[in-house]
């Protein structure tokens, strides 16, 4: 089980901004805060979003979500309305989907999904999928080790 995710951000004002308009819908609040230091945001229950200054020594490097490292964050939308809820909200924001914006893929039974680019330019996904979405796959594809 995750506990939390903690992303460097080169503009905390501009990313707290994005991440508590994409999360508020999922039930997010700004937990706390050290100036300098991290904003924490948090649903109160069992996921925690911890967003932290780049240092200037650091300013230099780019993140790609093709290269070595996080291709992407993904957060669960408990149903289809909070979805429609956060493309409203982003859009309110002037912040278009990524791609073909909302698209249900009947990945696993249901995939419901919606993607942005935050401020530095890490994709975020917005996913409702259903219970089987967790499951091991029956396949053979990947057999117990």
């Known amino acids: 089980m995750i506990s939390h995710v903690v992303l460097v951000v080169s503009d905390m004002q501009a990313s707290e ?31 925690v979003l911890v967003l932290s200054p780049l240092e200037d020594a650091y300013a230099g490097l780019a993140h790609h979500r093709r290269g070595v490292g996080m291709n992407h964050l993904a957060f669960r939308a408990p149903s289809q309305a909070a979805l429609d809820e956060i493309v409203e909200a982003m859009r309110e924001r002037g912040v ?11 990945y696993r039974g249901l995939y419901d999904t919606v993607a942005f680019e935050d401020p530095d330019r890490i994709m975020v996904e917005v996913v409702c999928h259903g219970e089987g979405y967790f499951e091991a796959t029956t396949d053979g594809l990947f057999p117990d080790a």
Not at 22 to 29: A, D, E, Q, V
Not at 96 to 106: A, C, F, I, K, Q
């Open 17 to 47: 901004a994005f991440y508590l308009a994409l999360l508020r819908p999922l039930g997010f609040r700004k937990a706390d805060a050290v100036v300098g230091q991290y904003t924490r945001l948090t649903n109160g229950a069992d996921a």
């Open 96 to 106: 278009r989907p990524l791609g073909e914006g909302r698209v249900e893929t009947g």
